[in-house]
């Protein structure tokens, strides 16, 4: 059964430092996501991305945050300089069509910001 | 008011046991509606959508009531697997972000 994919599986960086957390969603799915989950709260929407360019973003998602699909495969999420409250899982998600919009996630990557 | 809310939990039922999840949501243009599972430290699983006339897979039925903007989950003869923690997921929007609530976290005892 296709699946979402996401590397690495946990990231350590210090404050300041930008990462980068990257994603390969379903082959054919259309419509890409980037979710975060601080512990012990609530999964957030970050940003909706199709057809190359970002459907909405959230307040969350400012100017430190960047999406980008460099190829046909790949989705990434940039962070460009991490503050501490940035520590969170992230997840990325994909969905075939806006209609049903079932969204299926990835095993998510765990940032820590020291 | 906050978008999602679901029962504050933790349910703790012993096998076999039916337990019911209730959600309500506070945008009535809310247009998709989902019940997600997560395992302690895993993504969300999407356990099923969940359409105006109420739909069954299995031993879970879930239940959608637009005009109250409730909607519910139950599950019969319950598993020691079902233990995770219960999402409940809408979408609203042309942009088809999904707005989730904090879920509540099922125990299932031997």
């Known amino acids: 059964e296709p699946e979402v994919t996401q590397t690495p599986s946990h990231q350590v960086t210090q404050m300041g430092q930008e990462v980068i957390l990257r994603c390969v969603p379903i082959s054919n799915h259309l419509y890409f996501y980037w979710y975060r989950q601080i512990l012990g709260q609530k999964v957030e929407f970050l940003v909706s991305?199709?057809?190359?360019?970002?459907?909405?973003k959230s307040e969350i998602f400012d100017d430190q945050f960047s999406v980008e699909r460099p190829d046909g495969s790949n989705f990434t999420l940039k962070i460009r300089s991490t503050k501490l409250e940035d520590s969170a899982m992230y997840f990325c998600?994909?969905?075939?069509?806006?209609?049903?919009?079932?969204?299926?996630f990835g095993p998510g990557t765990r940032l820590t910001v020291l | 008011r906050k978008e999602v809310e679901q029962d504050p939990g933790p349910f703790n039922v012993p096998e076999g046991a039916t337990v019911a999840f209730n959600c309500t949501y506070s945008n009535s243009a809310s247009q998709s509606f989902f019940w997600y599972r997560q395992d302690c430290r895993k993504e969300p699983k999407l356990l099923m959508s969940v359409y105006s006339s109420g739909n069954e897979d299995g031993r879970f039925t879930a239940q959608l009531n637009r005009a109250s903007q409730y909607i519910s989950l139950l599950i019969r003869d319950s598993k020691l697997s079902d233990s995770a923690t219960y999402l409940c997921v809408v979408s609203h929007g042309s942009n088809y972000k999904l707005t989730f609530g904090k879920g509540t976290l099922l125990t299932v005892n031997p």
């Open positions: 991305f199709y057809n190359n360019e970002i459907s909405e």
């Open positions: 998600a994909s969905s075939r069509d806006s209609y049903r919009n079932e969204q299926f």
